[in-house]
């Protein structure tokens, strides 16, 4: 099972699109609490239904609100964001422009954050 949502470039500007990157996010996770096939646990206090659609939705919203907020808006296509639901995961997929300099400085700080001690990094980022 997946879903892809595009979000096709407007122009609106993206103050007033901003609301409704939540609804699509909520969307997605009723969509796939629907049709997550984990089992429920007994005597758990936790509901899994609940728990899978506050996840998907909360991650989806910070994916689409990043993609929007970092998207090249002059190239002119749409932000994408597809689920991929298997057995027990879920996969995100967001796709959006940037121009060369943004993406080597993006990729440049992902290989930072590989290459350190994860506690330590994140100490020297607040510091």
């Known amino acids: ?3 892809t949502i595009n979000f096709s470039p407007s122009s609106s500007p993206r103050k007033q699109r901003w609301g409704n990157f939540g ?4 969307f997605l996770g009723d969509y796939f609490a629907a049709f997550f096939p984990g ?3 007994p005597d758990s ?3 899994q239904r609940d728990t899978v659609k506050a996840g998907v939705s909360y991650i989806a919203n910070e ?7 970092y998207n090249e808006d002059s190239v002119g296509l749409p932000v994408t964001i597809s689920l991929y639901l298997y057995e027990h995961q879920i996969i995100f997929q967001v796709i959006n422009y940037s121009n060369g300099s943004k993406a080597q400085k993006y990729q440049q ?7 350190h001690d ?3 990094f994140y100490m020297q ?3």
């Open 23 to 26: 609804l699509s996010a909520d």
């Open 1 to 3: 099972e997946y879903l």
């Open 118 to 120: 994860l506690d330590a």
């Open 39 to 41: 089992d429920e646990i």
């Open 109 to 115: 700080y992902i290989q930072e954050l590989l290459s």
């Open 63 to 69: 994916l689409l609100e990043n993609a929007v907020k």
């Open 125 to 127: 980022q607040l510091e």
């Open 45 to 47: 206090k936790i509901n």
